[in-house]
């Protein structure tokens, strides 16, 4: 008998093509969907309409993880360290609540393990941590065009500029955790 120990994990840092290909290259990491949540908009929401800020969705990724070689816990501790916690609304040049960092817990053991690892990270950083804690209600999933972005796209100027360093920083700190 086979043993399923396939995991999601939902959350957003930013623009989704960023931590679409942060975790493309983590080990134990089965498939990454770029996608949209926590909106208050019915209905499979465009890529347009999320732009606008006005659905209120989030740019998210859903990971599927095998827990028998990465834990949620090292996938948040990636997460909350391959982007900038603590400013609201906005990673780099990238400004609008669709670009709000947070993590869409699937249960309340998620829900526990982002509290612990929210708290121990905190301490790494001059200014608080603003990462919305909240519920998955829903993941819809982005248009085609937006997934596998980065290995599609590596030499359009957002991708080297803004994504090209966010791998460079995963590679120095979490070494260890690739692929």
């Known amino acids: 008998m086979k043993v399923n120990n396939l995991k999601l994990a939902t959350f957003g840092g930013g ?8 975790f493309q290259e983590v080990k134990g990491v089965e498939k990454v969907i770029s996608g949209y949540s926590g909106g208050n908009v019915p209905g499979h929401p465009t890529y347009r309409e999320i732009c606008s800020g006005l659905s209120g969705h989030a740019e998210v990724i859903q990971i599927t993880f095998n827990e028998t070689i990465i834990s949620y816990e090292e996938i948040l501790v ?17 400004r609008g609540t669709q ?7 699937h249960d309340e053991k998620q ?16 200014n608080p941590i603003v990462t919305e804690l ?6 819809y999933e982005a248009e085609k ?3 596998d972005y980065y290995r599609s796209n590596q030499t359009q100027g957002y991708c ?8 460079t ?11």
């Open 169 to 179: 920083k995963l590679r120095q700190l979490h070494a260890d955790k690739l692929k």
């Open 145 to 147: 065009e937006h997934q």
């Open 160 to 167: 080297s500029f803004v994504i090209t360093p966010k791998l």
């Open 78 to 94: 990636i997460f909350m360290t391959t982007h900038d916690p603590t400013t609201l609304n906005k990673q780099g040049a990238d």
């Open 134 to 139: 909240s519920a998955l209600t829903v993941f």
């Open 15 to 22: 623009c989704f093509w960023c931590t679409e290909a942060v």
């Open 111 to 126: 829900q526990e393990i982002a509290n612990i690892v929210i708290n121990e990270v905190a301490v790494y950083y001059d």
């Open 99 to 105: 670009y709000r960092s947070v993590i869409y817990y």
